[in-house]
C-alpha cells in the first residue's frame, strides 16, 4: 500500500483550513498539523504555495496542493474508500460547488466588512448578509431534501465550504451585536449550524468563538493602526 505522508500547513483560526481539516477527520486520515505564525510566512510555505503564499496547504508524501476547495476534493478523490464529500450526481456536484463559490466570492467579504463598516455601509453590509443567508436557507431546502445536511444524511462539500465560516460568523454576530443566523428567516440554517458544528468530524476542529472574538478585536485594531499609519 502507498504511503499516505500528510502535513497540513494552517493555523487554528483560519476557515479556509478547516476544511481540509474536517475532510481529513470524515475520511479518518491522519495528518501533521503544522500551525503558521500569524504575520510571518513560513519556509515551507512559501515554498509550497509560492504563487498565493496562503494556507492551508495540504502536503502529500512530499507534494503540495493549493487552495482549500481544491484539497477537499483531492482529499476525496484520493480517500475514496471513506464516505464521499462531494455529490455522485454531476448536477448535483455542480451546484454545491456554485454555492462554495458564491460563500467565498460574495458572502464572506461581507462578513470581512462588517467589523469595519460604517453608518450607511454597515447597513448595507448587514442587508447584503442577510439577504446572502435567506439565499443559503432557500439553497439548503433544496439540497437538503429535509435531511440533516446540505449533502444529505452526511456532511458533504457545501457543509464544509459554509460550515467553515460558522466559527467568525458567531464571533462576527458577538462583536457586531447583530444576529444575522435567526429563527425568523433562516430556520433551516439555525438547524443546520448546530448540527454540523456538533458532528465528530468538525467539533474538534471548531475554533472557540470567544477566542475567535479576542483575535478579532487583536486583527482589527492592527489594521486600523495600518489604516492610520499609527
Ligand atoms: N482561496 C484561498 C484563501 C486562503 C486564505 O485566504 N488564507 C489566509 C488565512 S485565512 C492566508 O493565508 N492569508 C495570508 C495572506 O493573505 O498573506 C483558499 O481557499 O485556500
Not at 59 to 76: A, Q
Not at 99 to 113: C, Q, R
Request: contains cysteine; neutral net charge; proline residues 5%.
Amino acid at each position: 500500500m502507498a504511503k499516505n505522508e500528510l502535513k497540513l500547513l494552517g493555523a487554528w483560526a483560519s476557515p479556509y483550513v478547516m476544511r481540509p481539516r474536517i475532510a481529513l477527520n470524515i475520511k479518518s486520515a491522519d495528518y501533521e498539523f503544522l500551525q503558521e505564525t500569524f504575520g510571518s510566512k513560513s519556509q515551507l510555505l512559501l515554498e509550497s504555495n509560492p504563487v498565493h503564499k496562503k494556507i492551508p496547504v495540504l502536503i502529500h508524501n512530499g507534494k503540495p496542493i493549493c487552495e482549500s476547495l481544491i484539497i477537499v476534493e483531492y482529499i476525496d478523490e484520493v480517500w475514496s474508500s471513506g464516505p464521499s464529500i462531494l455529490p455522485s450526481d454531476p448536477y448535483d456536484r455542480a451546484t454545491a460547488r456554485f454555492w462554495g463559490a458564491y460563500v467565498d466570492e460574495k458572502w464572506f467579504p461581507n462578513l470581512k466588512m462588517l467589523s469595519t463598516a460604517e453608518g450607511e455601509a454597515r447597513d448595507e453590509v448587514i442587508g447584503s448578509l442577510v439577504e446572502g443567508l435567506v439565499l443559503l436557507e432557500d439553497a439548503f431546502k433544496k439540497m437538503s431534501k429535509g435531511k440533516a445536511f446540505f449533502g444529505g444524511d452526511q456532511i458533504g462539500y457545501l457543509d464544509i465550504a459554509f460550515g467553515c465560516y460558522l466559527g467568525w460568523l458567531r464571533a462576527a454576530e458577538k462583536m457586531s451585536g447583530v444576529k444575522l443566523v435567526d429563527e425568523a428567516k433562516t430556520p433551516g440554517l439555525v438547524k443546520w449550524a448546530e448540527t454540523f458544528s456538533s458532528h465528530p468530524a468538525v467539533k474538534d476542529v471548531m475554533p472557540d468563538v470567544d477566542r475567535l472574538v479576542e483575535f478579532g478585536k487583536s486583527l482589527a485594531a492592527k489594521f486600523k493602526a495600518a489604516k492610520t499609519g499609527s
